[in-house]
């Protein structure tokens, strides 16, 4: 069974950064697809970033280019989200998942599983 363990999130004030990392317990890591997810109260579930398994590919939603980096630590077994500039609409649950493809996606039902989440609060 592969387990996702997120941690970084908190509280920071608009304008800030946070740096979010998922832990996977998942064997040959590097062959995997790694994404990024959020979830704000009352919303569906948003594509945030995904990274392929050798991190030489990424894929970003429009409102996250420039702001938000994927990044990916194979020999740590670890997929980082570097936040910056946050805003206030940043605000939600973020989950990391992994899919047995190579390849990321920024479809939630191509991802085969998922975290707990680690929350993000922006403040103004």
């Known amino acids: 069974q592969v387990q996702l363990v997120e941690s970084g999130g908190g509280l920071v004030q608009a304008g800030g950064s946070l740096r979010l990392s998922c832990a996977a317990s998942?064997?040959?890591?590097?062959?995997?697809?790694m994404g990024w997810f959020r979830q704000a109260p009352g919303k569906e579930r948003e594509f945030v970033a995904a990274i392929s398994g050798s991190g030489d590919t990424t894929y970003y939603a429009d409102s996250m280019k420039g702001r938000f980096t994927i990044s990916r630590d194979n020999a740590k077994n670890t997929v980082y989200l570097q936040m910056n500039s946050l805003r206030l609409e940043d605000t939600a649950v973020y989950y990391c998942a992994t899919r047995s493809s190579t390849w990321g996606s920024s479809s939630p039902s191509r991802y085969d599983y998922w975290g707990q989440g680690t929350q993000v609060t922006v403040s103004s």
């Open positions: 998942r064997r040959t890591f590097s062959s995997y697809g």
